[in-house]
């Protein structure tokens, strides 16, 4: 909530106070540099050629601008020593002028030169960056405030973009380019003001001390320095004092006043301070007053280190010899504001990178616009979606369904900047026109423990930055990662992770909180689908995955895509041979594994290492057949589904079995048929990891056998027995982001049993493909029976092609013995692979073996260095 507030005060003075700061930085930025631009632009006038013979005194340049301007009274001038430069002179204003105009004058021959080119633009843009060109008193009010409003927007901009790694460097400097859309917007913007956050603290810390009195009197009190003494103006008391005493001796005559004379003052102040960088001499209006000469000494730190001497004209006497060096540092402080302000306090550089973060601010302007207008789209996205759903609500609901059947669902989200939470709005409404019940929930307002009070959960979950939760989900993070392991087994879940695939850690959040789950034992509908950028072909793939899986309603799925988002075609089913079966444990004490291969008739089928293959399984030919009998049905009777016809035992060996077998009518076994038809639901895909590579010609499968009371399983059954080598079977080619190919890097295996299916995938890939730092690390019953693909990892092994092979053989020795075993034995190995860049795959039961992995990992390596694997995703895992 703290955060929020804090976050609507930034947007709210960004995009009121920000135009105006844009064109004040501009300002600023041509200010900085203003003389060296003006002496470019007027050759002769600031600097003149060297000459040889020595500049004039001060005495001789007040002559001869007399001589040039009679009427004229010079107020100011400033010397320097420099050899060609000029000096610098101000004349007295006219009635009702505040300041009068400055000119340069030749040092050698006394000539007022003209007014340099440009002299009058950044007189203008001067009064603009201090005053607005607003009357002086409200212009500095103006500009006060704004730069109240620069300083909150600096330190609030710190505040909202802290990093969750407060000691990573990058995370608080790196620029990256290669990011796009809203995530580049908001790198740039970040990035850049963390670089010039100090540059604009100072900008706006000065700027206010000269624009609001309390401010600079607040400073002033800080400083030690209180209110500075006015300045005596020329006439001052003793002035009048002196002029009074000429009135009184001619009363009836003003005398005409003496003219100024500089040589005594100047003989003094030289006997002083021989050596100067540069010397103002404020005039007086009569020659009785005292001259007042503010310097900078030889060696000054910057140009506001002056020190001020007061002379009197008439004798020389040096009345007053005030040092910067003697100042306290309360006022050295003080004098430092302006140069601060402008850079020059470090020299050239500082100004250079002072007028640089200047010119930045129109960046922070038009980024910050763009960011707000992006929310403002998002939101209006979400309303539309929020809609969407309310209509759902009121429509009528659908006949029940299997959707139905499977009972309600919780639809969560981890949301950043809306995305995630405009798509879980849109599965929602999509889950209710499929007659389901549906809780839509930010998983801010929930925690790990109320996640055991749902059965069914799709997470919609954003990446933030490198791999962290979103903002919103930050205190779920916190609690899962503490949860103390409260088993979900009786949940099943799909994820849908969105991330920008140029971060480092794509989709982080979303596959530790994939980790997570599995860990916990929630049982995943289908492997997580990322989604870069909002990519339409991978959000069109989610609802796929959603209607092929049963969760929603395959003629509801991409009919209402979300606004910005089109809808892409999805390949669909294809007809694959089964053309070999081979048992690869005979002996075995456990369940027996078979190497299935599929062959498509084209052999166009394509896919990488680690992908699923979905086969739809068949009921056992016996099964149907009994239930027909039970039914008194025929079989081969043609009946009506989906648009098509089939016989009716083709139809319920693909369906789900009716639990209840009802005598139909025997008078019209048609009728009968067509109304068993009319109340079937279509199996759900099996998915099984792939073990081959495009290259074989083939989709190898490991599966092992399942036994139930009533036989064997569906699926396992299926392929392992009941249809036979050379019968087609229905498959589809899946991609599985969350176990993809990490690229030429180290990669360590583990898995058990029929596990080694995705690692054989790899494998074959990486083998192919010539990388050879592969380490496997494989468990199962009995050496003699389960070593499965044996001769293969054999050959790879002693051809140098699998860098190290570990086994845990459990029931060969008295002592059990699991792959966790076996990685504890060579955690120095394992922490030296990993140093070296390594990906981790994980392939097999998720009870026992995956949760032991886990546990020999964080005891290996660490807690946070595996979670960091997480996040990088290097810590891939295929478990079931």
């Known amino acids: ?314 004798t020389g006497e040096v009345k007053q010899l005030e040092l910067y060096e003697d100042k306290s540092f309360g006022g050295k402080a003080i004098a430092a504001i302006y140069p601060l302000h402008m850079g020059t306090f ?160 794509y989709c982080g959040f979303g596959h530790t909180l994939d980790h997570w789950l599995r860990n916990r034992g929630a049982k995943a509908l289908f492997p997580l689908v990322e989604v870069d950028r909002m990519e339409p072909a991978a959000l069109q793939k989610w609802e796929s995955m959603l209607a092929s899986h049963g969760v929603i309603d395959a003629a509801v799925a991409g009919r209402q895509a979300p606004r910005d988002t089109a809808v892409a075609p999805q390949a669909g089913w294809q007809a694959w041979s089964l053309s070999e079966r081979l048992q690869l444990n005979p002996g075995s004490q456990g369940e027996p594994i078979f190497h299935i291969e599929l062959r498509h008739a084209a052999n166009d089928g394509a896919w990488q290492a680690g992908a699923l293959a979905e086969v739809l399984p068949r009921h056992a030919p016996d099964r149907i057949a009994l239930l027909l009998q039970r039914l008194r049905l025929d079989g081969s009777l043609l009946v009506d589904s989906n648009g098509a016809r089939h016989a009716l035992q083709d139809l319920l060996a693909t369906s789900v079995l009716p639990l209840a077998h009802a005598a139909p009518d025997t008078h019209d076994k048609q009728a009968a048929a067509q109304a068993l038809a009319d109340t079937l639901q279509p199996l759900a895909a099996r998915s099984y990891s792939v073990a081959s590579v495009p290259q074989d010609g083939a989709v190898h499968l490991l599966v092992r056998q399942a036994r139930h009371e009533d036989g064997l399983g569906l699926a396992s059954g299926w392929l392992t027995e009941y249809a036979d080598v050379g019968a087609t079977l229905q498959v589809r080619l899946v991609e599985n982001a969350n176990f993809a190919p990490a690229g030429d890097v180290p990669a360590i295996f583990i898995g058990n049993g029929s596990g080694m299916a995705g690692l054989r995938g790899h494998l074959r890939a990486r083998v192919g493909a010539g990388q050879a730092r592969n380490w496997l690390l494989f468990g199962e019953r009995n050496r003699r029976h389960d070593f499965l693909y044996q001769e293969e990892l054999e050959q790879w092994l002693a051809e140098g092609k699998l860098a190290r092979l570990d086994l845990a053989f459990s029931r060969d020795q008295s002592q059990r013995v699991y792959v966790q075993d076996r990685l504890r034995e060579a955690g120095e190995e394992l922490r030296r692979w990993i140093a070296e860049g390594a990906v981790i795959y994980v392939c097999g039961s998720l009870e026992g073996m995956a949760a032991g992995v886990d546990a020999a990992l964080i005891e290996a390596l660490g807690e946070q260095a595996v979670e960091d694997l997480i996040e990088q995703h290097r810590y891939r895992r295929d478990v079931y």
């Open 346 to 505: 470090f020299g050239l550089p500082g100004r250079i990178i002072m007028a640089l973060a200047s010119l930045m601010m129109p960046l922070f302007g038009i980024t910050g616009w763009m960011l707000y207008l992006d929310r403002r789209r998002k939101k209006a996205a979400l309303r539309t979606e929020r809609a969407a759903l309310a209509r759902t609500e009121q429509a009528a609901p659908p006949a029940a369904n299997e959707v139905t059947a499977r009972g309600p669902f919780l639809v969560a989200y981890a949301s950043q900047a809306g995305q995630a939470e405009r798509v879980a709005l849109h599965t929602a409404a999509l889950l209710r026109q499929s007659g389901a019940q549906v809780t839509v929930q930010s998983l801010a307002r929930t925690t790990p423990e109320k996640l055991r009070h749902h059965q069914r959960i799709l997470f919609i979950a954003s990446t933030f930055g490198e791999g962290d939760a979103p903002d919103s989900a930050r205190a779920f993070e916190r609690r899962m990662r503490m949860s103390s392991g409260e088993s979900l087994a009786h949940v099943e879940y799909a994820l849908l992770a969105l991330g920008d695939r140029n971060y480092a850690k």
């Open 1 to 314: 909530m703290f955060k929020n507030i804090w976050f609507q005060i930034h947007w709210f003075i960004g995009i009121t106070a920000g135009t105006i700061l844009m064109t004040i930085g501009v300002s600023g930025a041509l200010l900085a540099f203003r003389e060296e631009i003006m002496d470019v632009l007027s050759p002769g006038v600031m600097h003149v050629k060297v000459q040889e013979q020595q500049a004039l005194t001060p005495q001789q340049l007040l002559e001869k601008i007399r001589d040039q301007e009679p009427e004229r009274r010079v107020t100011s001038m400033s010397i320097t020593p420099q050899p060609g430069a000029s000096a610098r002179v101000v004349f007295a204003p006219p009635p009702g002028v505040r300041r009068g105009e400055a000119r340069y004058v030749d040092p050698y021959t006394g000539a007022v030169l003209p007014p340099p080119t440009g002299m009058e633009f950044f007189e203008i843009t001067e009064r603009f960056h201090r005053w607005l060109l607003l009357p002086t008193e409200i212009g500095k009010i103006v500009l006060g405030t704004l730069g109240l409003g620069l300083l909150t927007l600096a330190l609030s901009g710190l505040y909202l973009r802290w990093p969750r790694r407060p000691l990573s460097l990058s995370a608080w400097f790196r620029l990256d380019f290669q990011l796009q859309g809203r995530s580049f917007l908001w790198n740039l913007h970040s990035i850049i003001g963390t670089w010039l956050l100090v540059m604009y603290v100072i900008f706006s810390i000065t700027g206010t001390y000269w624009a609001l009195d309390w401010f600079k009197q607040g400073i002033n009190t800080l400083a030690g320095e209180g209110r500075p003494p006015q300045m005596q103006r020329a006439g001052g008391n003793e002035g009048k004092r002196q002029g009074g005493e000429h009135a009184h001796k001619d009363k009836g005559q003003e005398a005409a006043p003496a003219p100024l004379e500089l040589t005594l003052a100047w003989q003094a102040f030289i006997a002083k301070v021989p050596h100067f960088e540069n010397a103002q001499m404020r005039l007086p209006e009569k020659s009785t007053q005292p001259i007042q000469i503010l310097f900078l000494g030889e060696n000054a730190p910057h140009e506001r280190a002056r020190s001020r001497m007061t002379v009197l004209p008439q």
